[in-house]
């Protein structure tokens, strides 16, 4: 294989890309971030559930009970749904991906050019500098750089790179600026080498997650045993081969809560879609149920709080002796590494230039930068505080507490901080962002706790506070706490944290977490990383750094703060309504998985076929549940997901069982035909249906109760137009009246056991 060794300053030509594109020597991303269209097919059809689903449907087919099959329309409804809205998702995030995804500025025919990264080819000149992703191995050939492998590594201590050096993909550049060729692409890279889990990949967090696996677990485990042992039970009673089948297919059916998992899925994809078309690019789709559950918020200010960008408002002299235009400027075209550079560039003449020896790049751990001179000396630029201990020069600078403020030094020979002078100091404005004030005072009005962590001096970070409102304002300076000082404590005492590395940041983030906190972080540069990793939700700005972007949940691809509310919105929906919704669920697989084993003793015919319980689930729990999950809910969410659903789950489920038992015991007394008795649970195992939809619906807005009205009318069109197909019967004048009174009982007993399973008492025994 040729390779080109290109001069850094003109890159390769088209002739030489043309033939590296020829010969496929160019690079790919390795990182699928979405499963292919045929992987989402076969992870949706060929499921537990489904496989128990056609087990069950081909029981039945054989014993040629062929109505009772339409419980499979259901079945295919649901994979199609499923796959439907994963695959919209897929569309989504691919694209919005595409235009989140990390850019590269290479050189080529002499001039630089923003390309993708699947258009880089083997031997390109690039160019990195602060906050850059490394994309490919590369081999610095001009500058020096400061990097962070803690993807490779797991080590976060930054590691110095010059001419000569590997950068390694997965690398990001923290301070400095270099010039590199590309060694390696596509699955030659290094860490496309590696293997997987020592990349850097977030724990799913996910409490729904986690109950849906319990209780897809159980049933598993439960269902076939289960299901076998009832079927020679019934087989047992009176010989019948057809009815036994029926009846243990009904009970195993609805012991499966695959609708569920459908809704689940569903919600979450619909989410990840309207988040998508208000420009917010999700990463990890569980990480929309975090979203519901936050209640910190940490805010790094530059980039978040306020815009990207930096003004330099003035320049006052301290010493005369230096001509501060010239030499501002002349940094401003060599170092050019972060948006403090970048504003005095923008500010002073972009045509100067001297020779330089050196470049002092900048690191948010050192807080300056510098340059050092062929014939000026040292100029050093950075924060006050960390430049100089002169009280009366820091009182001054104090008077200027309105302004970012950077302090310009000068030494002959650089060797230490100790032996500089001052030679002006530049006040730097921040931008405050459009409508930060009100998406605080949203925040705070539902019940989030707000915490500013920057890097800045306490006098900058506090009036970019005062200026978006923020109430109550506590401000610490991080570098005057103690180690054996408590931060646990310190960190809800104060809002405002001033003089923050990113290991403080990181620190600070898991201090939150200990005290039981719920924390998203966003940020936007490369000193936000590890505080952006260590939260449980990380958002990151477009604009800002590629390592920022890449390690968060969610992306902000127009970086506007504004849709943090939306998100915020969003998560609080989804989880709310899944919640209400799997209520009605988890009730069905109660029941049916009690019913199951109470006709493990009893010597009587399981009183359900899989048609009549079809008709059930879709009008009590299949139709309603949808409806009620895509339903606008900004309620803050509270308790445990899986305690919170149970505890609703069992007065109901519990209220069926018993009703069945008292149907049973009335058939026997009256002798009632067993489509007499199925009619009479039916209904009763609907009202039931009805009096929990109620409670879920309340309070009704117009839409909810076209939807409850309308589910009684259906079912009732049902069981009385329909009833031969469902195998019912119409009822004499005495039943009726008998179902009337266990409605009037089915109420009473209803709400006894919801008391029951209220909140306190039902969370001290469980």
Do not use: W
């Amino acid at each position: 294989m040729k390779r080109y060794n290109p001069d850094i300053h003109n890159g390769l030509n088209d002739k030489e890309i043309n033939e590296r594109i020829k010969n496929n020597l160019i690079n790919y991303n390795t990182d699928i971030k979405t499963k292919s269209i045929k992987a989402i097919i076969l992870s949706n059809v060929f499921t537990i559930f489904n496989l128990l689903n056609f087990s069950i449907a081909l029981a039945i087919f054989m014993v040629g009970s062929y109505k009772n099959l339409l419980f499979m329309g259901v079945v295919f409804c649901n994979t199609i749904i499923s796959i439907i809205q994963e695959a919209n998702s897929k569309r989504v995030i691919d694209k919005l991906s595409v235009i989140a995804s990390t850019k590269v500025l290479a050189i080529r025919n002499g001039q630089e050019k923003t390309i993708n990264l699947d258009e880089i080819v083997l031997d390109d000149i690039i160019k990195l500098k602060i906050g850059n992703q490394v994309i490919t191995d590369s081999i610095i050939k001009e500058g020096t750089v400061y990097v962070d492998e803690s993807f490779i590594t797991g080590e976060s201590d930054l590691v110095e790179k010059k001419e000569g050096d590997m950068l390694l993909s997965g690398s990001f550049i923290v301070s400095g600026e270099c010039i590199s060729k590309v060694e390696h692409i596509g699955i030659d890279n290094y860490t496309s080498k590696i293997s997987k889990e020592a990349k850097y990949i977030k724990k799913i967090n996910s409490v729904i997650m986690s109950s849906l696996n319990k209780i897809i677990k159980f049933v598993s485990i439960v269902i076939v045993p289960l299901g076998l042992i009832l079927f020679l039970r019934q087989y047992n009673l009176d010989k019948n081969i057809t009815d036994a089948v029926v009846n243990t297919s009904a009970a195993i059916i609805s012991m499966i809560p695959e609708g569920l998992v459908l809704l689940t899925s569903t919600v979450l994809a619909v989410s990840v879609i309207k988040l998508g078309r208000k420009r917010v690019l999700v990463q990890d789709l569980y990480c929309i149920e975090t979203l519901a559950r936050v209640d910190t918020i940490c805010l790094d200010k530059t980039g978040t709080l306020t815009e990207a960008s930096l003004e330099v408002e003035k320049v006052i002299p301290l010493n005369n002796n230096h001509d501060i235009n010239k030499i501002l400027s002349a940094m401003g075209n060599i170092l050019n590494d972060n948006i403090t550079i970048k504003a005095i560039h923008d500010k002073f003449s972009k045509n100067i230039k001297l020779d330089y020896i050196e470049k002092i790049p900048f690191s948010s751990k050192k807080k300056y930068s510098g340059v050092i001179f062929k014939d000026e000396g040292t100029y050093i630029l950075g924060a006050p505080d960390f430049l100089t201990k002169d009280k009366y020069l820091l009182n001054k600078i104090n008077e200027y507490n309105e302004y970012r403020t950077i302090l310009l030094m000068h030494t002959k020979f650089f060797d230490s901080l100790d032996n500089l002078e001052p030679v002006a100091i530049i006040l730097i404005k921040d931008k405050i962002r459009k409508n930060a004030s009100n998406t605080l005072s949203y925040f705070k009005m539902q019940g989030v706790d707000i915490k500013i962590i920057s890097g800045d001096s306490i006098s900058t970070v506090s009036n970019v506070a005062r200026n978006v409102c923020l109430e109550n304002i506590k401000c610490i300076d991080i570098t005057k706490v103690k180690k054996e000082d408590n931060l646990r404590k310190i960190v809800e005492e104060y809002n405002v944290f001033c003089r923050v590395s990113p290991n403080d940041k990181k620190s600070i983030i898991k201090a939150l977490k200990k005290n039981k906190h719920t924390i998203a972080m966003t940020g936007d540069g490369v000193n936000d990383v590890l505080a952006l990793k260590e939260a449980d939700l990380s958002i990151a700005m477009a604009s800002g750094s590629d390592a920022a972007r890449n390690v968060s949940q969610i992306v902000l691809l127009d970086s506007n703060f504004d849709a943090v509310i939306d998100i915020l919105l969003e998560g609080r929906r989804t989880i709310n309504n899944i919640e209400r919704s799997s209520t009605l669920f988890l009730t069905k697989t109660i029941y049916a998985t009690l019913l199951a084993i109470i006709f493990l003793f009893v010597s009587l015919d399981y009183p359900f076929q899989p048609i009549q319980l079809s008709l059930i689930s879709s009008i009590t729990i299949g139709i309603p549940s949808f409806v009620l999950a895509l339903q606008p809910n900004k309620d803050l969410v509270k308790g445990n997901f899986f305690l919170n659903v149970i505890s609703k789950s069992i007065p109901s489920a519990l209220t069926v069982v018993i009703n069945v038992i008292f149907t049973m015991i009335v058939g026997y007394i009256f002798k009632l035909t067993n489509q007499e008795i199925s009619t009479m649970a039916i209904s009763l195992v609907a009202f039931t249906g009805f009096i929990l939809l109620f409670k879920l619906c309340y309070p009704f807005n117009k839409l909810r109760l076209i939807l409850y009205i309308g589910l009684i009318i259906l079912f009732i069109i049902n069981i009385i137009g329909f009833n031969r197909i469902y195998d019912l019967v119409m009822l004499n004048t005495n039943i009726f009246i008998l179902i009337a009174i266990l409605y009037i009982f089915d109420i009473i007993l209803y709400r006894q056991l919801t008391y029951l399973c209220s909140a306190k008492i039902f969370r001290r025994y469980v």
